[in-house]
């Protein structure tokens, strides 16, 4: 690690009203995932500290800025933050003329003086200063002596949760957001709606999730052609809860994307208001699904389905404020129904279409120009762009990582922002090994993926052979978590734990400057924090922190 040398821009940080509150000699250096771009320690030596907490004078707390930078500090876990007091041990300052991630702080034994040219960035200060805190030689604990200048690669760096196929709580929607926030994750994907449920709650359509709320059974884990008889319980996010999640989310600076899949993954939707779906074809009889994979439904490209997208949007927007998109689905929607279906074929003759995957383009282009006037913009799984064009300002998300030419650089050469999730690194519901302590915890053929956190770290989102144009449309990654096998929290945080680490510094960090091995004792470092979160993470031998039950 760096010697900590203050340079000038240091210097201009020190912070006014400072009061001494050195530690003891610190001989730890804390380590940081995502690595900063540059932080400098003054090593064996006295830090900050905070034993007696953070004071801050009561005109910084009272400032919006300084008390934005005490909310971010106490939502990043370091809670010893003493507003409204006489003394001033923290600094705030708004420097323009930088990105709106970009942050700088300098912490002496006097004090901590942040730097922010957007407020926003508080969040990822509090971050690095919270994994930044040791014990000093006397046990407290202290920050050392350190300066950081610190800005991400990408600015979006994405989680997706799928509460569809198995439910999962409030609470363990929460615990990941603090497990994305640490490790600057800014935007939590929750896939809302799916074949197998509807787990918003939309007033104006209460069979959604009356009807799409439930289904009759599930696959078993260890045999997917077989159902397990069971019922399952009701299960949706109210409004409330919805609201709920995405405060606590913007209190930890996230913001959370709804995904309400469009026209297909729709079976669900479709079984609560059968109108929507083609109802003239052979065997009509849409239910919610018990079976995992691509299925048929999809929604009729009839006016009466798009007053229903409207009207669901119309509850789905206020409730997701800052999200600047709403992911609008668009994978695996099959043609079929539209090809069986007489009166498709008659809205495709009507608008002199000969392709039935142009219907899809229309209820993209729809979307689009509904959501639009809202200020916001679409995503679309990279499907969206099959068949002919989508509107340039639709985001795509690549995924299918098997299809040539590269999904994300056609979106990038057609104009499209793209957000990289490639099912060959960076879905976490995939197995990560087969060390003998690997659990079971994703039998069936996707067992043979392996993409523990070395894979997911090998990945580089800007490869060379990408020219500058297309490099400026690739804005972010996202690691997706589909929870046909994951049936519960337990799970879910060793899908992801540690993998989100590596999914975070690979977002952060040009992929030259990054060093498996050297990350690894990065992630060592974590374990104290991962145990005292309760994190049931992956060990490096594959051991779960906690056996869980993973079979039926
Ligand atoms: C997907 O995995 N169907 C986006």
Redesign the pocket.
Known sequence: MKKFIPTLTAGLLLCSNAMAAPSAPITTTPTVIPQPVKMEFAEQQAGFSLREGIKVHYQVSRSELGSAAIRALMAAGITQVLPEENEGELSVRLVPGHGAEWYTFLVTTEGICICVSDPGALHLAAQTLAQSVVKDAEGHPAIPCMYVVDEPMLPYRGLMLDPCRHPLSVEQTKKMLRIMARYKLNRLHWHLTDDQGWRIEIKKYPKLTEVGGRRDETPLLTNHEQGDGTPTPLFYYTQDEIRDVVAFANSLGIVVIPEIEIPGHASACIAAYPELGNTDIEGYAPRVATTWGVLPYTMAPKEETFRFIEGVMEEVLPLFPKAPFVHIGG??APRDQWQQSPYAQEYMKKHGITNPGTIQHHFTHRLAEMLAPHGRRIIG?DEIMMDGSVPPTAVVMA?RSWVKPDAALTAANRGHDVILSP?SHF?FNFAQGKLPADPEYTPHGWNEAQQDWRHVYSYNPLPEHYNEAQRKHIIGLQA?C?SESIQHGRKLEYQVVPRICALAEVAWRPAHLRDADEFLQRIYNEYPWFREMDINFRHEDGTPQEKVADKD
């Open positions: 994978d695996e799984w995924w099912d879905y997706n589909w």
